[in-house]
């Protein structure tokens, strides 16, 4: 058995995972502690300190008594407002506060574009014009060319966390671009893990999401690979050779 710990701030999409670890169809467990949102907004200073090491630190223990293997700041948004290198230290932080490998789902998409394949993306993203834009330049510092980026202005997490099937494909379409090897979809509080081969199919492409790829981080931490279809082509590639 293979325990692998979420930090997830407040309540929106989390039950995105037990859904994936039902997909997973191993033997994975997936455990969530929530920690404290503060305000809930999407706006820089709110992001940051959403993912501030106190706020972090406070649940790492109940994830080391579940015997956690790895834990995952489960939150895009609240990682790659700190930028590049403060992204980095937040990991570093968390990682020697839980005592086990860690990191964050900003670093998870850029892992998983290059597990991929993916040289150049498109963004669909519920975020306000200004936090997506901090998104894009977060993967431009990992090297990764963003092809477009399509804002939706929402403020809160609770506001994405009621968005259905249709208004996530709406925005899947509206994102997309024929340049585009993948498309990202970055912020944990939308609902996605049921809807990935379909997007895929519609769109003729990876589609990487974020619930999605912080399971996929945290399996990447503890050495696992895992074949699930059922959640997209990320959990469906072979290893990449590298040159």
């Known amino acids: 058995m293979t325990a692998l710990g979420f930090l ?3 309540h929106s999409a989390e039950d995105d995972y037990p859904r994936i670890e039902q997909l997973l169809g191993s033997d994975i467990r997936v455990d969530v502690v929530h920690t404290d949102i503060g305000e809930d907004a999407h706006r820089v200073d709110a992001l940051c300190e959403m993912g501030s090491p106190q706020r972090l630190a406070a649940g790492v223990q109940e994830l080391r008594h579940a015997g956690a293997e790895a834990v995952v ?6 990682s790659f407002v700190h930028g590049w290198e403060g992204a980095h230290e937040q990991v570093r ?7 086990m490998p860690a990191s964050s789902t900003s670093f998870a998409f850029v892992h998983a574009v290059r597990e991929v394949g993916a040289r150049r993306v498109a963004i669909g993203a519920t975020y306000p014009d200004d936090v997506a834009d901090l998104f894009a330049d977060f993967l431009a510092a990992a090297g990764i060319e963003v092809a477009g980026v399509r804002p939706s202005g929402i403020i809160t997490a609770a506001e994405v966390g009621t968005w259905g099937e249709a208004e996530v494909f709406a925005l899947a379409r509206a994102a997309d671009r024929p340049e585009a090897e993948a498309l990202l979809m970055p912020d944990t509080a939308l609902h996605t893990a049921a809807h990935i081969p379909a997007l895929e199919k519609e769109l003729g492409k990876p589609v990487l999401t974020a619930n999605q790829v ?3 981080e945290a ?5 696992r690979r895992v074949n699930a279809p059922a959640l997209g082509a990320l959990f469906s590639k072979e290893p990449l050779v590298q040159a």
Do not use: H, K
């Not at 399996?219 to 050495?223: A, E, G, H, S, V």
């Open 8 to 10: 997830y701030p407040g």
């Open 73 to 78: 700041w489960a939150c895009t948004s609240g």
């Open 93 to 99: 932080t968390l990682a020697m506060a839980a005592g």
């Open 214 to 216: 912080t399971v996929w």
């Open 219 to 223: 399996l990447r931490l503890t050495d």
